[in-house]
């Protein structure tokens, strides 16, 4: 697995048949994706833990219960179909998919550095 790091400090793990080429469009539609996360999702779903902001490793099944939560406006009232659309969804599955996972080494360590 092919390891890449923004300037947030947040791990992406592309497989490593995936051409460079194709992971730099990746890494790009990630960090879009954290933007939205941050801007969206953040403020309910980012836990601090001991001063250190830990973003949570959403699964797939998570991600899909998300898209039919907002494909049919049911999430809450602060995240309705205006706020965020399908399509800022699949960004931010994006993100999750290719985020590193916060047990993973790697991840750990640069929450350490923080």
Same mark, same amino acid.
């Given at each position: 697995m092919m390891q890449c790091t923004s300037q947030q400090k947040i791990v992406y793990i592309f497989p490593d048949a995936m051409a460079p080429d194709i992971q730099k469009d990746y890494e790009k539609q990630c960090k879009k994706g954290y933007i939205l996360y941050q801007i969206n999702?953040? +403020?309910c779903h980012t836990k601090n833990i001991n001063g250190k902001n830990i973003i949570p490793d959403f699964t797939i099944? +998570?991600?899909s219960a998300y898209e039919i939560r907002v494909a049919n406006a049911l999430h809450s009232d602060s995240l309705t179909e205006e706020r965020i659309t399908a399509e800022e969804l699949g960004i931010i599955s994006t993100f999750f998919t290719y985020k590193a996972r916060n047990s993973s080494k790697d991840s750990l360590k640069l929450?350490? +550095? +923080?």
């Open positions: 999702c953040a +403020k099944e +998570k991600i929450l350490n +550095k +923080k």
